[in-house]
Structures are given as C-alpha cells and as structure tokens.
C-alpha cells in the first residue's frame, strides 16, 4: 500500500520553510525522500533507518518516526531551486524495494 | 559521473505490439527496477531484481515482464502493448546503501 504526502502541493515565497509528511500504514525500515524537477528523474535527497542512522542534502533535513511509521522533510530558508515534485518512498529492509507516495508539489516563487 | 541509461526517451508503439524498454546501469549495482509514473499515482513499482536472472513482481505486474541476463542490464517488456500502458517508465538502480537510488531519465510510452 502506498504512503501518503501531505499536503498535495504547497506554494512559498523564497525564504520560507515548508513541511512535507509522508505516513504510512506498514512498519518500516527505512524511508527515502527524492525530489524530480519537471521533465527530469527524481534525485535523492536523503535517507533514514530504523534505528536512527541517515544520510542525506546538506541543506534539507527530516525525522523519521518509527512508532507512528511517518517522516516528515523540512525545507527552510527556501530557495527558487527547491520547486520541483518531492516523493518519500518507504521500505520495509535495507537495500529492499520502496513503494513511493503520489508526490507533493512545491512550488517556489520570488 | 554514476548512471542509469535508458535506451529511449521517447517511444510511439501501436496497440498489440511486443515493447522492449533497456536501462543498463554502470555502478556495478546488484538491484534494478522498473517503475510507471502517472500524475497524481506517484512511481509504482511494475518488477524489480535484486541479482541476475532474478526477478520479482512489483504491485503492479499485469501485461508486463522483465529479463535481467547480466547485471548492468535489466530490461522490461511489455508483451503485448495496450492504450493504458501509455505513460512514463522509469528505471532505477541501488547499491542497497545508503546512496539511495540512482534513477534514469524515463521513457515515455505512447501506444496508439
């Protein structure tokens, strides 16, 4: 079963932070968090494991509650580069498939 | 620079054809998969490999198949193509690390 994002889309003034959650309804071990500009392939941002280990963008940071089975990605200080389509894509082992969420859309303006 | 090739970016097939779509990888990468985007579905995951010659149905596997003879090259086939297979394929391939996965660029299928 899929993950759910929330919200769907969101729209920012550059500088401003945004949240976008990722909950799922199956234990999880790990959850990546990628971002696909328009007509491009999604890129990595940032993994987290169970257990608390991560790694990931310099300049993006995110929680991964294991109890609830969500995770949350924080954009601060946005940047007009940051619009794109972010997806959280959860799996249950490591290096293991992921099922991925039907995307927030951010939207950064000047 | 680390990559995951597919070998159209765009394809026009009719309906009924056999579809062949290759993405070859060149990090040496023991996992592969395919998945199918479409707005407002996400990715969906059609058939990963986790070694060669080793398959395994995704969620959504119906109408499709997949071959992995070598590690670089995992490829999918759709046996034969209807209207609603039309959409964007992408092809992606992880270490099982903590790098995540390396994605291709898509190919977009249109069957007619």
């Known amino acids: 079963q899929q993950p759910v994002q929330s919200p769907q889309a969101v729209i920012l003034r550059e500088g401003e932070d945004a949240v976008i959650n990722c909950s799922s309804s199956?234990?999880?071990?790990?959850v990546h968090w990628y971002r696909q500009k328009h007509g491009e392939a999604p890129v990595f941002l940032m993994i987290l494991l169970k257990g608390g280990e991560q790694k990931g963008h310099d300049k993006i940071s995110a929680s991964f509650n294991e109890k609830k089975q969500q995770s949350s990605l924080y954009l601060t200080a946005s940047q007009l580069s940051y619009s794109g389509t972010y997806f959280c894509g959860t799996g249950g082992a490591q290096g293991g498939k992921l099922i991925f969420g039907q995307g927030t859309e951010l939207s950064v303006k000047p | 620079d680390v990559k995951v090739t597919q070998s159209s970016r765009y394809l026009v097939k009719r309906t009924g054809e056999k579809v062949f779509l290759e993405c070859v990888q060149d990090?040496?990468?023991?996992?592969m998969f395919w998945y199918r985007q479409d707005p407002g579905l996400g990715l969906r995951l059609i058939y990963f490999?986790?070694?060669?010659?080793?398959?395994e149905k995704g969620d959504i596997p119906e109408g499709y198949s997949v071959s992995r003879e070598k590690k670089e090259r995992f490829s999918l086939i759709l046996e034969s193509a209807s209207t609603n297979q039309t959409s964007m394929y992408l092809c992606?391939?992880?270490?099982?690390?903590?790098?995540?996965?390396?994605f291709g660029s898509g190919t977009r299928l249109t069957v007619v």
């Open positions: 199956k234990a999880l071990y790990s």
């Open positions: 990090m040496d990468h023991e996992n």
């Open positions: 992606a391939s992880s270490s099982g690390g903590l790098d995540g996965y390396t």
């Open positions: 490999s986790y070694d060669v010659k080793m398959k």
